[in-house]
């Protein structure tokens, strides 16, 4: 082995990365805010969960358990929703309902061992876990203040209803999860290296002197990634329901009209990030840089509600947050109207603030 070529070529690959600004940018600016980030943002813990009360105003009893659990510091106690609370749990507007007894849960615990029905949320299954533990150490030790009983003996006892995950397996609410960080991959991977690959190749000059518009060259661009995107949404949904047993309760185009939304997102941010890198190498270490904030400020592992509130702000500017509400919603939730719509309609709004910027870059790109 040659040392002295070797030092050589070391010397010239390196100062060819290095002698690029964005190149900088990307190896030493990005770890370091991505950490910063991360660190901040990234928490299990249960927090900020949003429960209600349906219980008379005259029932002491029901409301020490609905406020010491807002005193706890992990709850937020919201005006019960009018209404079915089934319902007002399934739209999203609670994550937590509890349901006091006909005529009482203070008659109730004056007649004897007393049940407060609590509906949880638990398409999130760890966090509905979290959420039985604190409310039954919450009630344990009420009883133990109030009726001076041991804890083991008590005469209040919680009735948990947990909804849409009943068994409480994690892998209902990865699976969707992991389905739309699949498409994000793929959409965002392929599209970001369309452009970068004319560069390389020398065809991108062709593709300015042909005689076509612009609009027909960002629609070329765009549209097969698209297609592309939707033709694997079946292939994973195939392998969610037949192989981890993930059902999907909603209707099937409203599953594609989400899917739709979300790619276009996806696709105009992949366009966006190859009209500004220079070559393939480029491309992949922004969209891999890029893919990790969007995963981790999503929901998809770590609960968007604790994080701090300048972090919590960002999401809305996140396309996979909707996309992760939207598809777990719709395979686990059956489809909810009150939560399909509203979301569906903040991706085509950053759909359309995407590719306006997308096509701005890529205007400048080709003069």
Avoid at 10 to 29: P, S, W
Avoid at 218 to 228: N, T, Y
Wanted: net charge positive.
């Amino acid at each position: 082995m040659n040392l002295r070529l070797l030092l050589a070529f070391t010397k010239k690959e390196l100062i060819q990365t290095l002698r690029d600004k964005r190149m900088r940018g990307l190896l030493f600016v990005a770890p370091v805010m991505q950490m910063t980030l991360f660190g901040f943002a990234l928490s299990s813990d249960v927090r900020n969960v949003n429960i209600a009360l349906y219980a008379a105003p005259s029932d002491q009893l029901s409301w020490e358990v609905a406020h010491r659990a807002e005193s706890s510091g992990f709850f937020n106690l919201l005006p019960a929703p009018p209404g079915d609370p089934f319902e007002a749990v399934r739209s999203g507007k609670i994550d937590v309902a509890l349901v006091a007894p006909a005529g009482g849960l203070d008659k109730a615990a004056g007649r004897g061992p007393a049940k407060l029905q609590v509906l949880i949320d638990a398409s999130n299954s760890t966090r509905a876990q979290g959420v039985s533990g604190y409310l039954d150490n919450i009630t344990r030790t009420i009883v133990a203040e109030r009726f001076a009983a041991p804890a083991d003996q008590t005469r209040l006892n919680l009735e948990p209803r947990v909804l849409y995950n009943p068994s409480l397996n994690t892998t209902r609410f990865m699976v969707p999860g992991v389905l739309a960080l699949l498409l994000t991959l793929v959409t965002l991977t392929l599209t970001s290296n369309s452009i970068t690959r004319e560069k390389e190749r020398g065809t991108f000059e062709m593709l300015i002197s042909a005689p076509v518009g612009k609009g027909t060259l960002i629609l070329g661009k765009s549209v097969p990634f698209i297609i592309l995107g939707l033709m694997d949404l079946p292939l994973v949904l195939a392998v969610a329901y037949f192989g981890f047993n993930v059902p999907l309760m909603g209707h099937i185009w409203q599953l594609f009209v989400a899917s739709s939304a979300f790619i276009l997102c996806t696709v105009a941010l992949g366009i966006l990030l190859s009209s500004m890198a220079q070559n393939q190498q480029q491309a992949m270490l922004g969209s891999f840089l890029l893919i990790y904030p969007i995963q981790m400020l999503s929901g998809i592992i770590y609960p968007i509600e604790n994080m701090p509130k300048a972090l919590y702000w960002t999401t809305y500017f996140n396309p996979l947050r909707y996309f992760a509400i939207l598809i777990r919603n719709i395979m686990l939730k059956g489809g909810d109207p009150g939560l399909f719509w509203p979301n569906v309609g903040s991706l085509l709004v950053l759909a359309t603030f995407l590719l306006s910027l997308a096509w701005v870059k890529f205007s400048q790109t080709l003069n």
